[in-house]
């Protein structure tokens, strides 16, 4: 809207107004408006929460340590979505397809989540929503998008699978871009739920790895530095990069009330749909690789599921004291910020592994 309206005050009134047409003050604008909207809705918002008792239910199956935590205000993620929204509506060019595709796949990730939680909190069932229905929307939303996206393409680099490590490595996956795309959004969406299981824990990762996507696509947008840094250049991704600021500085307010000890959880409403955007940007740079190594807490989180069901299944016997791994580690007898605090470390370093990559050709 800003954006649009900076536009036409710069024909109309004066060209000084075109500083608002730079896409790298937008994106510090998005982040910084995303941030303020955070941080001013949020006391307000646990307030209501509080009133209403929609508070986390804990189960009584985990670490002993949860039980303190139960009532706390959950379904925080709404205020993140919202932030996003609002900060991407206002600095954003909503006629960029591949940022309303990204913007609106989030939105709906969300309304499942929400459904989820309502289900869970406020009905006061345990189930919430179906696990095969969850999954039935999840994959319904992705595929949607991804053939939007698969149909829509300009260039051949859109849809082919970028290698790491190897300058102008690729593999055209044509039709099969369609199941890969989606297995990526789906699989980045639970990912992001499993690993949200501690105070702050899952929350700065996603800011952490939306921060690296608001470089990739900015680089992936602009046809010299994606020609000079070999990566593939993808016409109009640039604009994701005011998306991924806002998730970034979205993600940074809810943090201040997330952080140990947590006032408020986003609960599955944030999870599901930060976790989509995360496979979102990966698929709209062409970046899944770079996603698996920079969101490779959320990768662990999701092995350690796996292998713990399949261990069971086969064998009667677990890996893991509890999966996912953060509760592993909880039962072993870390404190609960030594291991979110960790595994922050761990992603900040994952993250300039993958930013590395892009020299490392």
């Known amino acids: ?12 009134l004066n060209h000084s107004f075109r500083v608002f047409q730079y896409l790298t003050l937008r994106c510090v604008l998005a982040a910084l408006t995303a941030l303020l909207i955070a941080l001013i809705f949020s006391p307000k918002l646990i307030r209501w929460l509080t009133g209403q008792q929609l508070g986390q239910v804990v189960r009584h199956d985990g670490p002993q340590s949860h039980l303190t935590k139960s009532g706390t205000p959950t379904m925080g993620g709404a205020l993140i979505l919202f ?7 206002l600095w954003g060019d ?6 309303l595709v990204v913007l609106t796949v989030t939105m709906a990730f969300g309304i499942v989540g929400y459904i989820d939680d309502y289900r869970k909190i406020i009905r006061k069932n345990s189930e919430g929503l179906k696990s095969r229905w969850k999954l039935f929307w999840q994959l319904m939303i992705s595929l949607i998008a991804v053939l939007l996206l698969y149909f829509t393409s300009h260039t051949p680099a859109e849809t082919q699978l970028f290698l790491p490590f190897f300058k102008n490595v690729s593999i055209n996956l044509g039709l099969f871009f369609i199941p890969w795309a989606v297995l990526v959004i789906v699989g980045s969406s639970n990912a992001v739920n499993l690993t949200d299981g501690l105070d702050g824990l899952a929350i700065m990762p996603v800011v952490l790895v939306a921060s690296a996507f608001a470089l990739l696509s900015y680089l992936a947008g602009n046809s010299i530095f994606s020609d000079y840094l070999h990566t593939p250049y993808i016409p109009g991704s640039g604009e994701v990069s005011v998306f991924c600021s806002a998730l970034a500085g979205a993600g940074l307010g809810f943090l201040w009330y997330n952080a140990y000890p947590a006032q408020m959880f986003m609960g599955d409403v944030g999870s599901l749909a930060l ?3 995360l496979g979102m940007l990966a698929i709209v740079t062409r970046q899944e690789l770079l996603l698996l190594i920079m969101g490779g807490v959320f990768v662990a989180e999701t092995v350690s599921v796996i292998l713990q069901v399949a261990s069971y299944r086969l064998t009667g016997k677990r890996i893991f004291k509890m999966a996912p791994l953060h509760h592993h580690f909880e039962l072993k007898g870390w404190v609960e910020p030594k291991i979110i605090v960790r595994f922050w470390i761990i992603t900040l ?3 300039l592994v993958a930013l590395a990559t892009l020299k490392l050709r």
């Open 349 to 351: 370093v994952l993250v």
């Open 1 to 12: 809207m800003l954006y649009w309206l900076a536009g036409f005050l710069q024909i109309h």
């Open 83 to 89: 932030s996003v929204l609002i900060a991407t509506g």
């Open 275 to 277: 976790g989509a955007s």
């Open 94 to 99: 909503l006629q960029n397809r591949l940022l």
